[in-house]
């Protein structure tokens, strides 16, 4: 691990992220063989009940009398089914996250290419991936917030988290935050062969703008905006009840209630009326 301070990057210009492809990004063909397996196990029964209708034989004798109405059940078993595979996928990967974090615990800090700290980092996130975009594929706007907390990631409660990336580790989310579409919440970030990893909070009632991205060591104090398009420097600290704009965010700008917002408009359009109604200049002559 190195210092902060020795490492010879300007810090407040870098709002890169990404993770490389690694041999690990192998766990989605295992998360995907145990889901399938899970499958095949519970639902054996139903699928040797099937053949024998359609054939009057069976795989084995599993001692049940296979009836017409089974064919009726077909469309709600898939559907169960899909809900299965996902809860089993989500299950299994997060007791090999928690795994990874009891061989190599999360830290923050800065860590060269090819550390252990770089490599489970990977491994982490090869294991949230998979399972996050299942949650997100279904038709459950909770169900990824499921997901995260399964994972350790803390989010509040009426958190509503639109589609985009955000990081399972050290990232926080308070009470009734939402985030846009195609946002990217990173609590890492890697630029050559470094990786910076910080937390992230977000407070209680922010809002997360659309395509917007909030850089490592971030913080939103409560009822804090990040404007759309906008992305956060390295540690930067965004003050609560403003708008913060900007790429990087460099300005501020008040939050107005509806109320002064329809005061506001309501004077510009009395300004413009009396402008336009103004009495000539009397240094200017008519035409």
């Known amino acids: 691990m190195e210092r902060e301070e020795d490492l010879k990057i300007n810090l407040e210009f870098i709002s890169t992220s990404g993770v490389y492809k690694t041999p690990f990004s192998l766990i989605i063909i295992v998360q995907l063989f145990i889901g399938g397996l899970v499958l095949l196990v519970i ?15 069976e795989f084995y004798s599993f001692g049940l009398k296979a009836e017409w109405y ?14 299965l595979f996902v ?17 190599s615990k999360p830290k923050e800090g800065v860590f060269v290419r090819g550390s252990k700290e770089w490599k489970y980092m990977h491994r982490r996130f090869w294991t949230v991936y998979f ?12 169900l990824d917030i499921i997901a995260y907390r399964f994972f350790g990631t803390r989010v509040g409660k009426s958190v509503v988290l639109y589609e985009g990336y955000i990081d399972p580790e050290f990232v926080e989310i308070g009470d009734f935050t939402m985030t846009s579409l195609n946002i990217c919440i ?13 937390k992230v909070k977000i407070g209680k009632a922010c809002v997360v703008g659309p395509h917007t991205i909030v850089s490592p060591g971030t913080v939103m104090e409560d009822f804090a905006v ?28 008040p939050i107005q209630s509806v109320e002064e917002s329809q005061q506001k408009a309501v004077k510009v359009k009395e ?12 240094n200017l002559k008519e035409v």
């Open 186 to 198: 990173f609590s890492h970030l890697i630029y050559h062969d470094k990786v910076i990893i910080k």
């Open 271 to 282: 300004d413009i009326t009396n402008s336009e109604g103004a009495p000539l200049d009397s």
């Open 43 to 57: 639902n054996l029964w139903f699928i040797n009940s099937l053949y024998y209708l359609l054939t009057g034989t």
């Open 87 to 103: 809860f089993t996928v989500i299950l299994f990967s997060a007791s090999i996250f928690k795994l990874l974090n009891l061989i």
């Open 131 to 142: 399972p996050i975009w299942l949650a997100r594929a279904l038709p459950l706007p909770w």
């Open 70 to 83: 089974y064919w009726l059940l077909l469309p709600l078993n898939i559907y169960g089914n899909i809900f």
């Open 226 to 253: 990040l404007g759309v398009n906008s992305y956060t420097k390295i540690n930067q600290n965004l003050k609560g009840n403003l708008i913060h704009v900007g790429t990087p965010v460099s300005i501020t700008l």
